[in-house]
């Protein structure tokens, strides 16, 4: 239920400079279950166990998960904050305006959208090699690559397609996401460990040196570091508790939304924590033989699953986590459309006046969906899949950190009147630490095999440091609420 009249969310939104243009149907449970639907345990936690497992073993599930999990779970705090104070669509890229000032907001803006349309590309191809891993199904060689950019492409369009519809259907469909991912999980959890014969407890504290495997497709390069491989093991929950940001993008589409994104972001993550590690401890557990669960690499999820399930019971509750892997990427694509309208909105991007369009029947930004749609379907076709997770983490880490830090710089200076979701003296002990940590996850990114990840970041830093300089300085004006939000509205 919603701690907010509807005429109060309108009014408020008119305060920070917007017309209500959006369908305002988004009760607080769809809006947490958004953002729980785009980390979903079921697609970034099955789809790269391998790269926790695969870097020191299963202390990388059992300690490096909670640990990383606390850590974003914190960042989701202070962004709660921020959103509190801020409920606007596209809500990073206005908060950076208004805390940071315009360069702020701007390059916030480019590495979230960014980083969220990176990151639809990244779910659906993961879940593309998922689902052929779990089911057994080999492409022939010379076709292999050219189908799963097809199929990639295509499941990309069907997303926009249901979002292209509006809110209403995305809604019901995040909805029953949301419920998919705790009932599947809880139930995957209660039958791996039912049919474990022997706990090795141990399985979850042990370092192991798994670097170097696969042979021939090593998740990380052959070192002896086991105390950076466990670092790197840190990329397992980054990759998979993302998104959560989704709450915040919604905003003018959430009922109570000064008091139900907050709660959205900071309970997302909370709940997908905690299932999380006790699913992948459950999988850790029931592995058959952990020094040959190291070579499966792609496929140990599904090796564990038909070792201990059994074949049939295996693959029913496959299919049931493909599903909620598809839904993974629509909850994304809903997201990444509603950044693409904000920024629009404020003439951001180009071709800002198609893409900030809503459609007069759906209310639905339509033109933005498709946008994103299609800037993730050519992702799909130029990089590999592991650099498109690497950079879509990495962007959005960068995203993430940006109007952090701008808070905390001007909490109780030009940021004095915040919103009914507070953190008080924690605020900003949180906030410096929620920046040093996405600083860390940002160079843990781009280390060797995602290396390719760390040109493309400098590139683009070095790209919107010239556009910024050379033309957007003088031209952007940032959100119509800047100037009177500077002087500590």
């Given at each position: 239920?919603?701690?907010?009249?509807?005429?109060?969310?309108?009014?408020?939104?008119?305060?920070?400079?917007?017309q209500p243009e959006l369908a305002r149907r988004l009760s607080g449970f769809s809006n947490f279950a958004l953002s729980l639907s785009i980390i979903c345990i079921l697609a970034g936690g099955i789809t790269s166990f391998h790269v926790g497992?695969?870097?020191?073993?299963?202390?990388?599930?059992?300690?490096?998960?909670?640990?990383?999990?606390?850590?974003?779970?914190?960042v989701a705090a202070t962004m709660g904050q921020v959103a509190s104070a801020f409920p606007t669509a596209g809500g990073l890229y206005h908060w950076g305006s208004i805390l940071g000032g315009r360069a702020c907001g701007w390059?916030?803006?480019w590495f979230n959208l960014a980083g969220l349309v990176t990151v639809l590309a990244a779910i659906n191809t993961g879940t593309y090699d998922f689902a052929t891993a779990a089911f057994g199904f080999t492409p022939a060689p010379e076709s292999a690559a050219l189908l799963r950019t097809l199929v990639v492409v295509v499941v990309t369009l069907s997303q926009a397609l249901l979002n292209h519809f509006g809110i209403r259907l995305t809604t019901q469909l995040t909805d029953f996401s949301g419920w998919l991912i705790l009932g599947l999980t809880t139930v995957l959890t209660v039958a791996l460990l039912w049919t474990t014969q022997h706990f090795e407890w141990s399985r979850l504290w042990t370092f192991t040196n798994f670097s170097g495997l696969p042979e021939g497709a090593a998740v990380f390069p052959k070192q002896e570091n086991l105390v950076w491989l466990f670092c790197l093991g840190f990329l397992l929950p980054a990759y998979t508790i993302t998104g959560f940001d989704a709450s915040a993008h919604t905003a003018e589409e959430t009922l109570g939304a000064a008091h139900n994104v907050p709660r959205g972001l900071v309970r997302s993550v909370a709940v997908s924590a905690l299932f999380g590690w006790v699913l992948l401890a459950a999988l850790l557990l029931a592995m058959p033989d952990v020094p040959l669960g190291a070579t499966k690499g792609f496929e140990i999820v599904p090796w564990i699953m038909k070792s201990a399930l059994g074949?049939?019971?295996?693959?029913?509750?496959?299919?049931?986590?493909?599903?909620?892997?598809?839904?993974?990427?629509?909850?994304?694509?809903?997201?990444?459309?509603?950044?693409?309208?904000?920024?629009?909105?404020?003439?951001?991007?180009?071709?800002?006046?198609?893409?900030?369009?809503?459609?007069?029947?759906?209310?639905?930004?339509?033109?933005?969906v498709w946008a994103a749609a299609?800037?993730?379907?050519?992702?799909?076709?130029?990089?590999?899949y592991e650099t498109i997770a690497a950079i879509g983490t990495v962007f959005l880490y960068v995203s993430?950190?940006?109007?952090?830090?701008?808070?905390?710089?001007?909490?109780?200076?030009?940021?004095?009147?915040?919103?009914?979701?507070?953190?008080?003296?924690w605020f900003k002990p949180l906030a410096v630490l929620a920046t040093l940590g996405c600083l860390f996850l940002l160079v843990l990114g781009v280390q060797p095999p995602n290396q390719q990840a760390r040109p493309i970041l400098g590139g683009t830093v070095a790209l919107m440091a010239v556009v910024w300089l050379t033309f957007e300085r003088k031209r952007f004006r940032g959100p119509p609420s800047l100037k009177t939000a500077e002087k500590g509205a």
């Open positions: 239920m919603s701690n907010q009249p509807p005429d109060d969310d309108e009014q408020l939104l008119r305060q920070l400079g917007y497992f695969n870097s020191a073993g299963g202390a990388s599930i059992g300690l490096g998960w909670p640990l990383v999990c606390l850590f974003s779970l914190g390059v916030t803006a074949n049939g019971a295996a693959q029913a509750l496959l299919v049931g986590i493909v599903l909620a892997q598809y839904l993974c990427g629509l909850a994304a694509l809903t997201s990444a459309s509603r950044m693409a309208y904000a920024f629009a909105r404020d003439g951001g991007l180009p071709f800002a006046r198609q893409l900030r369009a809503v459609n007069p029947r759906t209310q639905s930004p339509s033109a933005a299609l800037g993730s379907a050519t992702l799909v076709v130029l990089l590999r993430y950190v940006l109007p952090v830090a701008a808070g905390c710089w001007a909490h109780g200076r030009s940021w004095t009147r915040f919103g009914p979701f507070q953190l008080g003296v």
